[in-house]
């Protein structure tokens, strides 16, 4: 956990023996199971992954109150930071019920509300329950693994039309809309995975793309196809989302990233992509026009003006409840549809809840950059800390395009990251560290 544990007490029993064993069953419930099957009663927050992230924060309150650490520690910004925005929701969850409210609104601020806490519980397991640095580094590639196999089938969901999720069917899980994975853009597939939406398909890529080079230069031990599969497979979906989200986040972490490569590496990354491109113009006819498109015809687009024209909408609502906003999760699609999570955020919360969303996303991208002027020594670390400031850069730039909390699987991984980014530091800093179990575990160095 975060220090050190009282002299004398005993390791106890815990379901998924340390923090990694926690995500990487988080990864497999969010990527392996479509995110429209859950249970009915709990709406969007009834998912296999938001109920395990429900059990992670008991599990991590749980390990507080039986076994209190001693803090010798500063204060970790990013778990500060996640506790503030909870209790800006919970703020702005009073504020919604203290006003006249349907029953769709409210149905809708308990989900959220349960949301968030199943996001904070996987943040929390993340960036508390990690024992040593060889564990981090294996967290990190099982996410990897998990987002390239969730791009090989958009692939194949692209390529062949059919949606292959409507084959899942779990006995107690149940779902509101159709299993049908693909839309449709310019007459080309839109895959989403097992997401609800290609947007969200194409910005987890996105967000990931700079974790699986990490893995690429830094993991040799794993083998060629192993470190080359998910940057391959993640470099070909992101453009198949036909999603200027998903670009334009690309596009970010790519930004941050190829300067601390050397001149050499970054020629040949620039050259993969312009063969990539022209792959995709001989290949696929028409898209990378359609590509184009997004961006040079954005001014005809009907979904980026509904973004521009719904300011004076969202304004008016800002107006009536400025510091707390009309209520969590209230401004309900039906009412617009905003693609934008910040203006969202201050609707539904108000300058309280944008301000603490901004924090915990600065606060992860401030400890990352600051882990990574620190580790003078290790190039690993530097890489990985690196890594997290873009993946957080790029998650952080899509919140303004589209409405991310809607959206659990890539809010699920978001609140990862943020909580690796927290682990990272004391990690890379000291040479051994008790981990969520009560064990000390010796720190293993990066290889």
Known sequence: MNTGRRAGSAPRWHPFGDGVGFLTLYLV???????????????????????????????????????????????????????????????????????????VELNAMQVGLLSALGWLGVLLVAHDGIPDRARLEVIVQRIVLAVGLFAMLGVAQFVTGRPFTNLIDIPGLSSSQSLVSIQTRAGFNRPAGTALHPIEFGTILAMTLPLALHVLFHAGHLGRLRRWFPVLAIAVAIPLAISRSAIIGALVTAIIVLPSWTPEARRRAVGAMALGALGMFVLIPGFLGTITDLFLGVGSDGSARSRTDSYALAWSFIQQTPLTGRGLSTFLPEYRILDNQYLLTLIDMGLVGLITLLGLLVSGLVVALRCRRRATSTAVDRSLALALFAGIAGAGMTFAFFDAFAFPTFTGLTFVLLGLCGAIGPLSASNQRPDITGNQRAAKPAR
Request: proline share 8%; aromatic share 8%; charged share 15%.
């Open 29 to 103: 419930l969010a990527f392996a199971i479509p995110s429209r099957l859950g249970m009915a009663p709990l709406g969007a927050a009834g998912t296999p992954a938001q109920l395990l992230g429900l059990a992670g924060l008991l599990w991590w309150v749980w390990d507080r109150v039986a076994a209190p650490v001693e803090d010798n520690r500063r204060t970790r910004p990013v778990r500060t930071a996640a506790f503030l925005l909870i209790a800006a929701m919970m703020a702005s969850y009073v504020a919604g019920v203290m006003r006249p409210l349907s029953s």
